[in-house]
């Protein structure tokens, strides 16, 4: 069953041409789903519609089977974390602080939140010493790790990622990659996963939205199928 559900939906900036035209795509739960393709087709945009940063032009999106549309956007990303390509950590806030301040936010209490926030560095690969670091002392791959760690502070069901490793040179990008799938077979959360790099997409997917200039969905299969097209 669907855990995501876009329906007919179309993004159009002020008028101008489509960034998304009519999108219907199911995405299923506990899986990686990878949207895919050239910059500028609207893959941004259709991530960003699913936390509500981006209404959409027309038609409808359902998450868990009820219309976003009718929720608040505050109470609907309780339930997403987000991850970008910069790690977006906040510079005066050690990696602790910052991976502990949603749960804190709601209400978790604080030898509680940062038992769990040495836990989760654990789970994306840092040792626990770095959580008394800065942002700025950590390599660009540690800050990644850092922002998936916070993301998952609050066991969201669901994880947009917006390219989060593209940022990082190939040879990290692979162990953050490797990371993600490992970390995945255990947590087994609903990702959606943006990139403009087929072979991550093919990697990382369990299937694989290509997009198309226009912003259309070209083809949405398994990697294997992909990969043979
Ligand atoms: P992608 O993520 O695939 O690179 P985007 O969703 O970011 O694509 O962008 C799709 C199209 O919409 C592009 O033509 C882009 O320039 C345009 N676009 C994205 N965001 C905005 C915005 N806030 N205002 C106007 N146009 C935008
Ligand atoms: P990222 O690469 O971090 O996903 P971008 O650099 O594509 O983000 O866009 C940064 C911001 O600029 C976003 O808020 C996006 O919506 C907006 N944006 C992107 N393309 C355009 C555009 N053509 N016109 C206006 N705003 C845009």
Redesign the pocket.
């Known amino acids: 069953e669907a855990m995501i559900s876009f329906r007919n939906v179309s993004k159009h900036?002020g008028g101008g041409t489509a960034a998304v035209e009519n999108l219907s795509m199911d995405i299923d739960r506990g899986a990686i789903t990878v949207l895919v393709g050239p910059s500028g087709c609207g893959k941004?945009?259709s991530l960003?519609m699913i936390n509500r940063m981006?209404e959409p032009t027309s038609g409808s999106i359902l998450v868990d089977g009820q219309d976003i549309a009718a929720q608040r956007a505050s109470e609907l990303r309780r339930s997403m974390g987000y991850v970008?390509?910069?790690s977006g950590l906040l510079p005066h806030r050690t990696v602790l602080d910052n991976i502990t301040t949603v749960p804190r936010l709601n209400g978790v209490s604080k030898p509680e939140a940062r038992k769990r926030a040495a836990e989760l560095l654990d789970v994306v690969g840092l040792a626990s010493a770095l959580g008394k670091r800065y942002p700025g002392q950590l390599s660009g791959g540690q800050q990644q790790r850092v922002g998936v760690a916070r993301a998952l502070a609050a066991d969201p069901p669901i994880l947009l990622m917006?390219?989060p490793f593209s940022a990082v040179d190939p040879v990290v990008r692979h162990e953050l990659q490797e990371e993600l799938l490992r970390l995945q077979r255990d947590l087994a959360k609903t990702i959606v996963f943006v990139t403009h790099d087929i072979d991550e997409a093919t990697v990382l997917g369990d299937r694989v939205a290509v997009f198309a200039t226009g912003g259309r969905l070209a083809q949405y299969a398994a990697p294997e199928e992909i990969l043979r097209a």
């Open positions: 900036y941004t945009t960003r981006v970008m390509q910069s917006d390219e």
